[in-house]
């Protein structure tokens, strides 16, 4: 995505008011069933951006900082971070996420698939596809079960019903596909996307790519143990990102209205440190040219922080798929599906090569890295186990690094505190047990364990 900071100013009063109504109260599904942002008036072009932002926002926000803390990407070492860090939480706190998750994201995608599907505006109805599904299996991935099928509609029903999460990626599957069908649709509609498309610009193409994406990930999840699951993830990744001008990325703006949240976080907050734990000592251990570039080692100040520029900048990234992920499902999924460790090592190097080009790195670093860290190891098992610890490097911030290591169990975290282990899962809200009791399920950090967490 381009920056066009006029562009960023017009949206900014409308993102803030929009973005503070979800973010600073708790919202209760009553409310996520009525959508005040969308009037009969709003066309597409003046949804879309709102859809895309409150994604971005969401994600980069509680979802992330959640799942960063449980896979030690990053240390909570302070007020609610340090619980979070030592899995103290309670249903409240996952409040925020859920309700933005379906009011400012999915309520307002679903106006805005239903307004474009009225003019037949073909374009705005495959992102809107797209873009549900790919929120969809965001929440899968975090909660589990999840009402959808009667989730969104409005009055008619405020207690909807849970769906299967296993069902739920037949859903997302079929989401994705029709989302595509129209984005091929020769007829693009009398309404085509452009600079109101916050992260691809109206190019369908690319939509199109995001969309194989979203596909290569669900069969990737499910492939533990399943060889066609595995072979399906590769042909679907095969469909994606070409390069890392595909990337599925939301950059904020420079604008306060419109910063980034983990900058928005570090700068009202500041009780998380992102410069050591885990991952900062492992990329010290393998002298990983990143470390310089995800974080500041040296950083030394109370208020935490010490992210880098990329990630922690006002108009840093927030990423929901990449290239250089591709790569490494194609790595995993060859190495599930035929077990050619040799063709997983090219995709392996291929993505470490792509993570490290999108960040910066200097070649002649790339090539030393590789040179001690680009063979795999000749088991199946063990070079699974490798693979999967250079991917949580590369999904830096991302919640599909927690979705990684729950499904492969490397690299080898040890729990930060307790005996209960690290999370599995997110609790439900206290406002569905409120608002929604005789169909919110009862769950804790440890059970039940997503479908695919095998």
Not at 394 to 419: D, F, H, I, K, Q
């Amino acid at each position: 995505m381009q920056s066009h900071n006029n562009r960023y100013s017009s949206l900014a009063f409308i993102l803030l008011v929009l973005l503070l109504q979800v973010s600073c109260k708790k919202e209760t599904f009553t409310r996520a069933n009525i959508n005040p942002n969308s009037p009969a008036t709003v066309t597409p072009d003046n949804i879309l951006p709102i859809v895309e932002t409150a994604l971005a926002y969401t994600e980069g926000g509680d979802v992330a900082r959640f799942s960063s803390l449980f896979v030690q990407q990053a240390v909570g070492f302070s007020r609610q971070a340090e619980a979070y860090y030592n899995y103290v939480l309670t249903s409240t706190d996952f409040d925020t996420p859920w309700g933005n998750l379906y009011t400012s994201v999915m309520g307002n995608d679903r106006d805005l698939m239903q307004k474009a599907d009225a003019a037949g505006d073909n374009r705005y109805s495959g992102i809107s596809r797209i873009l549900m599904a790919y929120s969809l299996q965001l929440l899968v991935d975090m909660w589990g079960d999840v009402p959808y099928s009667e989730a969104l509609a409005g009055e008619a029903n405020t207690h909807p019903a849970y769906n299967n999460a296993k069902a739920l990626y037949d859903t997302i599957q079929s989401l994705t596909n029709a989302g595509i069908a129209q984005l091929t649709n020769p007829n693009a509609g009398g309404r085509k996307p452009g600079t109101d498309d916050l992260i691809y610009g109206g190019d369908a193409s690319k939509w199109i790519k995001f969309g194989h994406a979203i596909k290569a990930r669900l069969f990737i999840h499910q492939s533990k143990g399943d060889p066609a699951m595995a072979t399906s993830a590769l042909a679907e990744a095969n469909q994606a990102f070409e390069s890392n001008n595909d990337n599925a990325q939301f950059v904020f703006g420079t604008a306060e209205t419109f910063a980034n949240p983990v900058y928005q976080f570090n700068e009202q907050r500041g009780d998380i440190d992102y410069a050591s734990g885990t991952l900062a000592d492992k990329l010290t251990t393998l002298q990983d040219p990143r470390l310089n570039i995800l974080m500041d080692p040296n950083y030394n100040d109370v208020n935490g922080a010490g992210i880098g520029s990329y990630y922690g900048d006002i108009n840093g990234h927030v990423e929901f798929i990449t290239y250089d992920e591709m790569l490494f499902v194609k790595a995993e999924a060859t190495l599930r599906s035929t077990g050619n460790v040799a063709l997983a090592q090219s995709y392996y190097r291929a993505a470490i090569t792509a993570n490290m080009e999108k960040l910066g790195v200097a070649s002649g670093d790339i090539t030393t890295y590789l040179a001690a860290n680009g063979t795999l190891p000749a088991t199946v098992s063990n070079a699974l186990a490798q693979l999967a610890q250079q991917e949580w490097i590369a999904l830096y911030l991302n919640p599909e690094a927690w979705t990684l290591w729950r499904r492969t169990g490397s690299p080898n975290l040890t729990p930060v505190a307790g005996s209960v282990g690290v999370p599995r899962r997110f609790l439900y809200p206290t406002n569905e047990y409120s608002l929604n009791a005789a169909h919110a399920p009862q769950a804790t950090l440890s059970t039940p364990k997503i479908f695919w967490d095998k």
